[in-house]
């Protein structure tokens, strides 16, 4: 099993670009979340999806990001534009429920993103 | 509302010493707890959980907590510390699709 899959591991961009960060859950997984971690604030669940809808975006810190899930196999965190307070490590992760309540959510390994 | 407090940012201790990682919760309904960790570089790793039953878990790696409701506690535990253990741990509470994590603990361990 390859794991939850971000890409890009790293990025650096500069203020006021668009970034985007990709995911690839583990197949046959139906829940999705995007989470940040940042030294200041720890680790902060921005969204997630069931059946690659949007269910909670309450975490979501700005209109500026945004957050899609087209298939079951992709999603895309979007910042525009980014801004230097966005630098932080984005960790996308997923959990299947196969009819059991408590299935783990599986982390990818993070992308570092640095705006300068 | 559910939150959770991580005492000690930064835990050292000798290889082979009992390593305690302290975890405290609040929450209004009966909680689900966990504990993670985060290896450098990477994501984060489920050690164990406490849902129902059991109020010790075992986990991965040699790891326990114990779920202590008088004490709202969940604190993590292991007899004998190896290097291989450095890493930074936090501790979760709430359902599975809305994970409320501490601060997080960084383990040191040394020869």
């Known amino acids: 099993d390859a794991g939850v899959i971000q890409s890009p591991r790293h990025e650096v961009t500069e203020m006021g670009q668009e970034v985007t960060l990709r995911c690839k859950p583990i197949?046959?997984?139906?829940?999705l979340f995007w989470y940040r971690q940042t030294m200041m604030r720890g680790l902060e669940l921005l969204i997630y999806?069931?059946?690659?809808?949007?269910?909670?975006d309450s975490g979501m810190p700005e209109d500026r990001f945004s957050a899609k899930m087209p298939n079951a196999s992709f999603s895309t965190l979007k910042i525009q534009p980014s801004e230097p307070r966005d630098s932080a490590v984005y960790f996308c992760?997923?959990?299947?429920?196969?009819?059991?309540?408590?299935?783990?959510?599986?982390f990818g390994p993070g992308t570092r993103l640095t705006v300068l | 509302a559910q939150s959770v407090t991580q005492l000690g940012s930064h835990v050292s201790v000798s290889e082979g010493a009992l390593v305690l990682l302290r975890c405290n919760y609040s929450s209004s309904v009966p909680p689900y707890l966990f504990w993670y960790v985060q290896y450098p570089n990477q994501g984060l790793q489920l050690l164990l959980k406490y849902t129902t039953g059991a109020t010790l878990v075992k986990g991965i790696n040699g790891f326990e907590a114990e779920f202590k409701k008088s004490e709202t506690s969940f604190h993590l535990t292991k007899p004998s510390a190896h290097m291989s253990d450095a890493a930074e741990y936090f501790c979760?509470?709430?359902?599975?699709?809305?994970?409320?994590f501490g601060a997080g603990t960084r383990l040191a361990v040394h020869p």
């Open positions: 197949s046959g997984h139906d829940y």
């Open positions: 979760a509470v709430g359902p599975w699709n809305k994970l409320i």
């Open positions: 992760a997923s959990r299947a429920t196969r009819g059991a309540a408590d299935n783990e959510q599986f």
């Open positions: 999806f069931n059946n690659n809808v949007p269910i909670d």
